[in-house]
RNA sequence: GUGCCUGUAGCUCAACGGCAGAGCGUCGCCCUGUGGAGGCGAAUGUUGUGGGUUCGAAACCCAUCAGGCACCCCA
């Protein structure tokens, strides 16, 4: 026991039986993600701290990114996101795509936050984002993508929902009310702590920032209405876009969706567990139009969203939607009967294999009852043995241990045995 | 970056400042050609780490690391 080091702080260990969980996630969103006819793709891991300098939230790059010199005395970071990096790698190229670019990407970022429930330090993300249309159709089609992941993991809209504003609403909302422009971000971030603040000292917080009382009795007002996307143009065909699309039964219109990254112009959209322990967002995304200039291209609008796996995969395992974990690919396990069998138990995996099947040998002779055990452990379905009766007669003895029925099989008559048994 | 809580066997957790334990799991046997159930038995600890107080510390104090909860922020 020499080793005691400990993993990094926030890191996680994938196990089997969490790369399992990885990987569930993984085709779902691949499947989601596919099933629109986006394309994969990916960025590079670490970047300059300049890129996300831009248009990031300062929070994000001052405080929750992990940033480091590297050997030749430059400044980089660990990706805490990626739609930086995706504007640029649009903008070099930005001549030549066909658009409208629909690029989907699942990889692992880094921040530099406490970890928590459903916080880690690193994590792995699900991207994905529409360019080079703007309209409320190309929205709904983004909110449809997530909306049919859920559905795609067994999420039915009682138990999450998409909760979805419009910035250009709130700011025109905001304009009524006499806010100044340069008072947005605040106001935002006001409006973002509401459910997290008791309701006086929320009062306390708004009248600090500035507002007097009939701007927050007006706001409160605002807040309060839930029909307010009736007076927004791009909502109203938004919602209708969503019911042909099929999803609408997941979505909401929701006044209190702000969102803190700053390029979000339009559309902005959260999707929330509504039943369960954990108040995080499953995903969160909108519509942004000025990011493509900020990295240098020419002006081009893009609608986007990401998910994390940690809130995710915890909403997944507490609501009991998770397959049941597979611990081998193995179908079959050929025993080893003992010394002088050992060698036939290889040959006969190879056999197997070449068959197409995926065969795992016990690696020793031990007792029977060891390897049965083993297998039973490793849910494996079916068992092969060779033992000096079947060799004799050129047969193999296959036991069924879903059903523990056992037949005698002559070799040749192996492979199409355990097709059937596999079904 | 802030506040609070927690850290004991592989896991879940006990143990008043006085001999470190239980359940589950693991391994062995019951069972010399066959898993799941049952019975019997066994192994396993620098009590996260480092200091301090004390005759004596898993327990009290300090530091540190990690986890959790709430902020902050967000996937």
Redesign the pocket.
Known sequence: ?AS?I??????REFYPEQMFLRNFIYEKVRAASQAFGYQEYDGPFIETIDLYAAKS?E??VK??SFTFEDRGGDLVTLRP?LTPSLARMIAAKQGELTYPVRWWSFGP?W?Y?????????E?F?WNIDMLGVNSPEADAELIAVGATFLRSVGLDPQRATIYVNNRRLMDSEFDLLGIVPEKRMDVS?LV??RT??EPAKWDTYALDLGLDQKQLDGLKDILGNFDLWKKSDELTRLFAALEALGVKEYVKFDPNIM???LYYTGTVF?AFETSGSL???????GRYDNLLADVGGQPLSGVGF???????GIILQEAGLLPEFIPTPAAVLVTV?DESMWLKSFELAAQLRNDGFKVMVFPEPA????Q??F???MKIKI?L?V????AANDQV?V??????E?VTVKREALSDQIRTLIG
């Open positions: 026991m005691k400990q993993t990094v702080k926030g890191t939230g929070e994000l405080k929750q996101e970022f921040r936050e406490q970890p928590q429930k459903g916080r880690s330090r994590f993300q971030n973002d702590r997290k603040m969102r803190g990254l959260e108040k995080r967002a499953i995903l969160g995304g990401a998910m994390g796996d940690v809130v995710a009967f007792k029977l009852q060891k049965f055990k297998a039973d452990k068992a043995t033992g000096p009766d079947e003895a036991k069924n241990l879903v059903t523990g056992q």
